[in-house]
């Protein structure tokens, strides 16, 4: 049984992060690159749709960024819920590092350490954004519009990326940054956060 069908007065809140595009799988660091899912990314979502049917969803946000987009339209495409479309949760941006390949093979590459060490990364790269920029773009993503949703008994999907999800994890469950990756942001599996 489901949240709402139990009488619960509060939704539910469930994060997915899009499928496999093809810089996924050359290990290049996508952030604001607007990069299309790939077949398997195509495969991986209309296999979410399936797994996920009988979830409740009465509004999906999602990403602005055509992966996330094109996940959102497939896990949905039989289904009448309402996807909105939100800036604020791109992917986080790398700058000048966005299509880097094997970041961690690169010396000192400065983006690495928001990998590692995420609580440390506040200095961001030139034109790319910083753990507590992140943090706080999330963060009010979710008072202004999933909170007073959630309030009001309503399922909510949020269709995102790696990092940015993990951003909604830890202002949701209030976790530590350095905790930022634990939680671990598979492609295309759902995640009940409340």
């Known amino acids: 049984m489901t949240e709402t069908t139990t009488g619960n007065p509060h939704g539910s809140l469930y994060i997915i992060r899009h499928g496999r595009t093809d810089w996924n ?3 290049k660091l996508q952030g604001r690159t607007d990069i299309p899912l790939n077949e398997e990314g195509r495969r991986m979502a209309a296999e979410a749709a399936k797994e996920y049917a009988d979830i409740p969803f009465d509004i999906c ?3 602005p960024l055509v992966r ?21 949760l791109m992917e986080m941006s790398f700058g000048i590092y966005e299509g880097v ?8 590459c400065p983006v690495n350490r928001f990998f590692d060490h995420p609580e440390t990364y506040t200095d961001a790269v030139e034109g790319g954004e910083s753990t507590p920029e992140l943090m706080a773009r999330t963060g009010s993503f979710l008072c202004e519009k999933v909170y007073p949703r959630l309030r009001r008994g309503e399922n909510v999907l949020i269709v995102g990326h790696g990092a940015m999800n993990s951003s ?22 759902l995640k009940k956060l409340m």
């Open 68 to 88: 996330a987009k094109e996940t959102a339209e497939i896990l949905l495409r039989d289904r009448d819920v309402p996807i909105e479309y939100d800036d604020r």
């Open 25 to 27: 799988d050359l290990r």
């Open 101 to 108: 390949q094997y970041s961690f093979s690169i010396p000192d």
């Open 168 to 189: 909604i994890i830890c202002n949701v469950r209030n976790l530590p940054l350095t905790e930022f990756w634990s939680v671990g942001i598979e492609n295309c599996k």
């Open 61 to 63: 946000f999602c990403s």
